[in-house]
DNA sequence: CATGAATGAGCATTCATTCAT
DNA sequence: CATGAATGAATGCTCATTCAT
């Protein structure tokens, strides 16, 4: 039941809708091809706007990026915290978590693939910023990782980074015809958690 | 007299000398800045030339992208090659590679990274050819995979995935004085080959 | 009720303040930085308006220019005519207008620095206007130098070009801690009206 | 009898004739529009070069407008030089002097006009270099009038602000139509040297 | 009176590339 | 092999100005 009958407001807040539309584009446009490789000119055009006038919206590409960046990083800890909630055992926790962040890396590409693959010192002024958000972000998982039981010998630290690692991997070989975020997850957290050595045979 | 007096010497001793200072000074402000943030005036500067004189060695900047990509190919995939040769249990080849594909990427950073970075997209007419190399490169890890002995529930385009995904992330948060890349690769080996779930108690 | 009931009164008490608040503004950033160099924003954020509201108070940039340029000739003329009548004898008429005349120009730097530092050539279609102010001004110091009686060899021509060119360089050496434009007006024409040339000794 | 017949040098040295040209053309429309409002294509033009070539030559616009400005300082700072060099009584040099400072200024007009007129702080960067420039240049001035012998009440700090105030304002009025600068300069220095007050009649 | 949003032209500057010498 | 000089297109950004609301 989309609309109600009654008194539609007359005007529509409206407000800032070429701002969004022009973040949208400038994700877009960053993920296709980075971000040096992206122009004004491009990203006021997918908007149907002259360069000059993104300006009034955003102050510089640089802030363009930083704000693509926090929407990305918004987005995707909005939907693991959701994700890591509706669960309690730890392992099924960090596997919502992965699942989640895998989900929302594809679904919303745009905006994160961004937050992937911009290195901090190639942010410029608004490098040091991006450096927080991550180490913000990264934070949720390094809580789920020490909330897991695991044999004393399993070093946690590597535990995260092999994990965490493979799933940014995947913006590299993910593609939409092949198995879901959800399926994803499940595999690497099940090589994680099973033995996979097998006793060689005595001889 | 270096070499032996029959049969044309296969390669001069040091035959375009300044090419590989090109190429390295490229590879070097390819990783710090990036290929777009690289104009092919630093690259020169680097040189003490002119960047004019960049276009007798290099046909393009895209030309100079490829030949690093191909030299950090090179690098990574003759010191891996040589690892697994020295090896003969698929477990401990898999680790020797590990190790190898790490400590090549760190210690050969500047042509490494810019094979790690480069989205095959970014590269525009260099891109197919790099996207070759990626490929062939890849394939090592691919066999040593397969030859592992593995439970049958376990996936290996998954565990492939996991580890390879995990050794090439590293280069966002490897940094020199920490752990060796050998001691990473044998953490990252074991957290894979062994049992982490610990066994829920019955109650 | 500030004024009498009958007759309309001739202009209200504050009528236009936001006019007067800009011109202030524009003045004093013309001053500090130039015509070209002062953007309509800059007025505009000085006076916190929004750019493009200075267009209900003013047609245009130039405009601007001109009425800060009419409101410093106003300035200065009134206070040289002031000045002028309470005097009699001419060589204290003529003191008296330099000194008002440099008392002005520091006073009200800010509106009278783009009289003299603004050539009407710079000025574009107000160019016209500018040059009739500036003549009009300086009909005055010609008068006041016509008054004078001097020797027949004396070209008043000179002496006018002389004491009003120094008069007006003095906004590039003028600074508050030094004398006071009364002292440097009499310091001025004393060296003016005095012998400087020792007879040689004979030999 | 300007060629010699044998052996004229087959390549002229050629050096840098761009630059020069590409500085007179800076140098002419400084003076006629001022520096903000003459843009680098303006100036490219005039030569017959595109806007991006002139940074072959030139590191930026400020870079061009300090070396006009030191071009014009080299000019009428030689030429004053070499005036008061043929003189030997001080009043003799001081006149030479100032007749050489009007000569330069309008014979070398477009050089000479970015002199005057450019206030150290309208320059950025190259402000502070500016400054020194003019210093040195005005020094000239004050050791000229330091050596004039006069009556022990006149000021020569105002004597110097007098003339070289009046000799610089001549930008505004001077025409070619009208009195050579020898003339103006003997009539400046006239009307200084002499007695203008005439002596009131008693009554 | 003023704003919010945009225009369109223009800005200084940088770029990869070319080519005669 | 390399330079000196330039090209021509593009870049991020600023500007005075407009106008519906």
Do not use: Y
């Given at each position: 039941m989309p609309a109600s009958s009654t008194a539609t407001p007359i005007r529509a807040p409206r407000q800032d809708n070429r701002r969004v539309q022009l973040l949208d584009a400038a994700a877009r446009l960053f993920r296709e091809r980075g971000f040096h490789a992206t122009s004004m000119r491009d990203i006021a055009k997918a908007v149907g706007m002259l360069s000059g006038s993104i300006y009034y919206h955003f102050d510089s590409k640089e802030e363009m990026l930083l704000a693509v960046y926090e929407e990305g990083e918004r987005r995707v800890a909005d939907a693991v915290d959701a994700a890591v909630a509706l669960e309690s055992d730890p392992w099924a926790r960090l596997e919502a978590a992965s699942a989640a962040h895998l989900r929302v890396l594809i679904a919303h590409r745009d905006y994160t693939q961004v937050m992937i693959r911009t290195l901090p010192q190639e942010a410029g002024a608004v490098g040091p910023r991006i450096r927080d958000l991550r180490r913000d972000y990264e934070s949720r998982f390094r809580r789920l990782i020490d909330d897991l039981a695991l044999p004393p010998e399993i070093d946690r630290h590597y535990l995260r980074l092999l994990l965490f690692g493979a799933l940014n991997w995947s913006q590299v070989w993910f593609h939409s015809?092949?198995?879901?975020p959800e399926t994803v997850a499940r595999r690497f957290l099940d090589t994680l958690r099973r033995?996979?050595?097998?006793p060689a045979p005595r001889h």
């Open positions: 015809g092949g198995d879901s033995q996979l050595e097998v």
